[in-house]
């Protein structure tokens, strides 16, 4: 592959794809959590572009020195991927159910909920690496940080659209995006597998 202007064309499309995932998860977030302050949609949005930008990178690593072992691990991603949204889903879930009382807490995304959001919608972005393979280091050191820029803008703007509408649904916000969470898991699930 060469350095032209199909190379950054591409990437910038595979930062998209890989990206909506994260996106969803975000629009589910800013649906969570309404009041959340910008820092912290920074720091949402910037953990999941270090993942987009991590998982790629660590699978073209791998295939310059252990492919055989990642290529076993592979048929995990799916499952992986679906138990992690799951949980964080129906945990989200249960907290709008149990949000219906008037005295009850606003919820919040919590460090852990985002480490294993973060992990679940980037995981799947592992076998990127296979096909950015045959770029070199440098090239795929910029393919992954135009994911990661890519993915960071498209996360704060699923936080900005969650955040407007979880503020005129707030007593349904938790429970749609703890359902759009299982959504994602399903599909990735259900794409992976069969």
């Known amino acids: 592959m060469k350095w032209n202007l199909l190379f ?15 996106f969803s998860v975000s629009l589910a ?3 969570h959590e309404p009041q959340m302050k910008r820092r912290k949609m920074w720091g949402i949005a910037g953990t999941f572009a270090l993942f987009q930008a991590i998982m790629p990178m660590t699978g073209w690593i791998c295939v310059h020195t252990i492919v055989r072992y ?15 949204l799951l949980f964080i889903g129906g945990k989200m879930l249960l907290e709008g159910i149990r949000n219906h009382e008037p005295d009850a807490p606003a919820a919040r995304v919590g460090l852990l909920s985002l480490f294993i959001q973060a992990v679940a919608t980037s995981i799947d972005a592992l ?7 045959d770029y070199n280091f440098y090239m795929a050191g910029v393919c ?3 994911i990661a820029l890519v993915t ?9 659209i969650g955040k407007k509408f979880g503020t005129r649904f707030s007593d349904k916000a938790a429970i749609l ?9 399903l599909e990735i699930f259900i794409a992976g597998v069969f």
């Not at 990642?70 to 992690?84: G, S």
């Not at 960071?152 to 900005?160: D, Q, R, S, T, Y």
Request: charged residues 5%; hydrophobic residues 65%.
């Open 177 to 185: 995006g703890g359902s759009i969470l299982i959504v994602i898991g």
């Open 8 to 22: 950054f064309f591409n990437s910038i499309l595979l930062g998209i794809g890989l990206a909506m995932d994260a």
């Open 29 to 31: 977030n800013g649906l």
């Open 127 to 133: 076998s990127v690496g296979f096909t950015i393979a």
């Open 70 to 84: 990642i290529q076993a691990f592979e048929q995990f991603v799916p499952w992986i991927a679906f138990a992690l």
């Open 152 to 160: 960071f803008v498209l996360c704060m703007a699923g936080l900005l």
């Open 144 to 146: 992954v940080l135009i």
